[in-house]
């Protein structure tokens, strides 16, 4: 019996050095050192020996046994150093190579226009206000002088969330919480971007989401005549310093008078194109005299204050800016479109 655990050690040692992947490695030790294993048939077979031969059997069996698990674990060892080694050779970095640029974004068209136009409007002193897209009906339409049953409610068909909250059809309610906040109390000049939503049909010139800028400035004797310098002042920085205004009379429930304001087509000068329909004018933004019953609900006196307002959309200033023809461009995220406005 001696004989044979001599036999089955160098068998196993032999298979260990054999061994080239950890699970041949395992192979050989379940083989060998496993609960159906020679060595352990061997040292099961014991109780057949003599007194005087068992302890010697038995030792050997431990001895060889030991010799056995302790190759198998260094040589597991050395398979797991060359596996790391391995795998840090073809995942060797060449820290010397230049490094890889990542693609860099860039503003959203619709962004930087209403970046410029903030910064012109503050410029001419006025601040930059927000308010909540889901709004209340009464700031949306009562406070800007559209009660429930006024027939201009039907020139927006609205997103309504309950009877009273609604999706807001204008940036024209947080004017109206402005001035609200401020008592009765001037000087009231600011301008708001944003969102906007209305039930229009998606085509190329309409979206039932898109951008506004309104300002409002409200204070001491106010006139028309600041109104059309103001707008004029803004339409020479944004567009160029040769473009001209025009003030044509129109209809707003909540300014009074009313005007629509033109600017000069600036592909033909003024002189008429396919473009301005040939009229040498493209029209531009919606603008008036606060109606002194919108003053009024906001708290302050229509006989000591007066004001004006005006709203413009941001698609259509980057339309025209930029000589896109259809406004489902700014929303389809095509990274081909939205690349050409990058910035350095």
Known sequence: MINELSR??????QEVVDATTKKELETVRVTY???KGPITEVLRG???L??????VVGQKANEVRARIQEAIESKQQRLEEEELEQKLAEERIDVTLPGQPLPR????????????????FIGMGFEVTEGPEVEQDYYNFEKLNLPPDHPARDMQDSFYVSQDLLLRTQTSPVQARTMEKKDGKGPVKIVCPGK????DEDDATHSHQFMQIEGLYVDRNVRMSDLKGVLDTFVKKYFGEEREIRLRPSFFPFTEPSVEVDVTCGLCGGKGC??????????VLGAGMVHPSVLEMSGFDPEEYSGF???MGVERFAMLKYGIDDIRHFYTNDTRFLSQFKRA
């Not at 860039?106 to 903030?118: N, Q």
């Not at 396919?274 to 029209?283: D, L, Q």
């Open 8 to 13: 089955l050690e160098d068998e196993a040692l």
């Open 33 to 35: 050192l496993g609960k």
């Open 46 to 48: 014991m109780g057949k």
């Open 50 to 55: 003599s007194a005087e031969e068992r302890p």
């Open 105 to 120: 974004g860039g503003k959203h068209p619709l962004t930087s226009v209403v970046e410029e136009v903030e910064d012109i």
């Open 196 to 199: 906007v939503y209305r039930r």
């Open 274 to 283: 396919r473009v301005c329909k040939h009229t040498g004018w493209i029209e």
């Open 309 to 311: 307002a005006f709203g």
